[in-house]
């Protein structure tokens, strides 16, 4: 699979553009505010039907227009896809609400329907805090990995979304006391339900996912540390337990809070509770790892994304490099350009080149990113 | 800038409240109406104010009725031990267009959806409680939606109705899953009604 082709019209400061790519590496570099991470972030979208920057997606339209659009051009093994997204400004004020509609060689596509179309890995400054930032952005990665790998999860996760927005509405509203528990129950059992999918295949993919992790940062450690990614499930404990096992784990959690649910309005156990823990030497990085030892398991872990992407679908994703070289010392830049060789299709920015090593620069096809323009 | 006249503005503000109708189209449509004919706006104008004098709800399964009383409930043809329970009287429509049901309906105006402030207060459920106490009716047929607040709706009912020792059946899931029923096919609705399942 690779990425043949973007364009983009009134996307962020892009008035238009239309950018052939080629199948191994390409380096995109300029200034600062000149559009580079907007790019990449135009193909986390075709990718990920969703930005990963912002969930306000009337910030992707150019300033002043009514429309944004990004096209993607596909090419596997099967033949060719085009991915459209077209992102429309809502009218007035009170229905402010923008719409996203998805394509896929011109036939109407849901968001979740889009979603593994266009496979990427992404890894930009925002993941550094991957470790000790919010437990937020390790679900984030999860979903972000796990929805790539499969449709059903995508689903899983929306329907999931739409029922807690259901519940927490009802448990505000039983604690203001407009609405009687009646119904209560039935809002449970659903989210159980749909939660314990989601748990038992986050588990799964967390053990498949370690062994990579793993042996990455053996590899980048010289053999001196030893990196585990634990999957820590709220209010369940998953292990090998079936779907409608954890599912009644659930139903018997959310019964216990249930003073405490009401009395916050807030469901507070399931999928978004959960947390990916990464030990290294068996003690919880989050509380006792180093600035330099985040890197390296963070790098160790974008690098099992990659490579669990790769090997589970059979296909290389595209990997998106936004900003990262400057974030890392000279040897951890160096192994994680060694990972891209024979390797994946990749985009790379650098405001500055001197952060690639020349032998790297003279295969890439190198790009100018200038105030929503790019030019070679 | 120019005003726009306020009989303008006011239409445009009408019609934009209408569900499906954003303010681009409100505009259009006024500035249509405002090119066409009298007498044809007098006849549309006409239809709405008739609409609101001459339509209400049923006073028993609450789909759309002339009278007290609904076509459907008043058709000495239909099958009283059979009860069909809907979200909305378009999916009466619905079902009625596939030929298959000779039942009467319940219209429970809506679902359970607590985001928009919808418990079952809030609909037709005690009425459907006390019509089942009153009449003979030997098989209910939850039809709401096959998307959550459906679902939920369906589970809801079916403990509520239980103690009246009626059956209960669900729609069969021919239809699509999320999906809304007055957009189903006659075909895979007609399929749904004969592949129901005991609740
Ligand atoms: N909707 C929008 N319309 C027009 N311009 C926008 C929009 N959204 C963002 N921008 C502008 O795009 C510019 C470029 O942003 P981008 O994040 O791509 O920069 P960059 O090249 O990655 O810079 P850096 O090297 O600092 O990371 C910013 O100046 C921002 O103001
Ligand atoms: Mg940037
Ligand atoms: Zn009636």
Redesign the interface.
Known sequence: MFLSNISLYDFRNYRELNLPLERSVTVLTGGNAQGKTNLVEAVALAALARSPRTQQTAELIRFGQPQARVTCLVQRESGMEELDIRISAG??PE?ARTSKRFQVNGRARSATDMVGELRVVLFWPDDLQLIKGPSELRRRFLNTLLTQLEREHARALT?YQ??L???N??LK?IREG???P??LD??S??LARVGAAIMVERQRRVLELQPLAAAFHRELTDDREHLELLYRPSGARVGEAPPDAVAEQLRAAMARSREEEIGRGQTVVGPQRDDLEMRLDSRESRLYASQGQQRTAILSLKLAELHYLAEATGEQPVLLLDDVMSELDQSRRERLLAALEPGPQAMITAADLHDLPGSFLEQAAIFQVEAGRVHA | MTEVPGALTRLMEELGRLPGIGPKTAQRLSFYLLRTPRDSVERLAGALVELKARIRFCEQCFFIAEGDRCAICLSPRRDRSILCVVEEPLDVLAIERTGEYHGVYHVLQGAISPIDGIGPGELKIAELVARLRREPVAEVILATDPDMEGEATASYLAEQLEPLGVRTSRLAHGLPVGGELEYADELTLARAFSGRQAF
């Open positions: 009218g007035r229905q329907d739409h029922l927005e259901q519940r509405a009802l509203a407009t609405q009687s009646a119904s039935y809002w059992d659903a």
